[in-house]
């Protein structure tokens, strides 16, 4: 059974850190397309991060880019997003995703495997 478990989010102030981790099972992320996506209140859910599984290229929407970093241990099959400089906005839940094309011309497509996801709460 394939399964991505997400850890890590919680309550932060403005302004600091927060580190999630996602743990798959059931599959390993050679090859795969690995990334973050997060879903506001009322909000669509959006991509914010991903790592190509061809070359390694990382990808970030520009609202994070430069906060966020993604990384991936795959000795570990676990990957990472190393959240800085947290904003209220940045309040959501927390997706973590494979796939075998999960970002391509600019857009990320749907994946094949979600984790169940990680509430991040920023206050002001």
């Known amino acids: 059974e394939v399964q991505l478990v997400e850890s890590g989010g919680g309550l932060v102030q403005a302004g600091g850190s927060l580190r999630l981790s996602c743990a798959a099972s059931?599959?390993?992320?050679?090859?795969?397309?690995i990334g973050w996506f997060r879903q506001a209140p009322g909000k669509e859910r959006e991509g914010l991060s991903c790592i190509s599984g061809r070359d390694g290229s990382t990808y970030y929407k520009d609202s994070v880019k430069g906060r966020f970093t993604i990384s991936s241990d795959n000795a570990k099959n676990t990957m990472y997003l190393q959240m800085r400089r947290l904003k209220p906005e940045d309040t959501a839940v927390y997706y973590c995703a494979a796939g075998a094309s999960l970002f391509h011309s600019g857009r990320y497509k749907e994946p094949d495997y979600w984790g169940q996801g990680t509430q991040v709460t920023v206050s002001s």
């Open positions: 059931g599959f390993t992320f050679d090859g795969y397309d």
